[in-house]
């Protein structure tokens, strides 16, 4: 499926308010996970900018989540974090995510995404606007991650020799692109920037 018909689902997903049912506070889930996320659409492998009519409805949908469950977190009189995470070009990605317990905080507040260290203007948060005073905002880095075990994925299983030495060009570029690598038992993990992420987050104490 091409960007373009991937975007016309998400407006019809939009307009037949199919997300009403997975972006519902469920405080029972929180509790038992102590977290819980709500994001628009998985469009990895897409890096156009989704604009006009679908992207205004996207940040509305997003502003709705988080304003309604801020005030279900504030009933808890609990700490919490509620995060507002705005992918950048991949804006279907975006999310709204909360945490309780002080792990789940710390995980997402510290360690979930790389601090951007390059200088840009923050985009165009549309209604979170009116939240400039409530969430703090940084600038993250939006990663696609390579593993050794799909490099090293035996030659035999792809389609024919031509499908693997496409597959070994692009893992070659993606390594020499890469801004970290991970090793650990399985091999290494390496890290290529794809965009930026704009954090808006709500911490309670």
Known sequence: MNFKNRVIGIQKWIDKKYYREENRFNKEKLFEQEYLNFQIDDCYNY???VVGETRDDIFKILFSTYSQ???ELNKLNIPFYLGVWIYNPRLPKSEIVCAIGKEKIEYYQNKC???SNEQKNIIDLKNFEKEKDTLIWTKKIDFDTL???EINFPKENYENEQHWLEYQEHFKNFINNSYKVDKNENGNRYYKNVGEIWTGELIRK
């Open 47 to 49: 890096m156009e900018n």
């Open 69 to 71: 469950w801020k005030i």
């Open 113 to 115: 995404f790389d601090v």
């Open 147 to 149: 593993e050794d075990w």
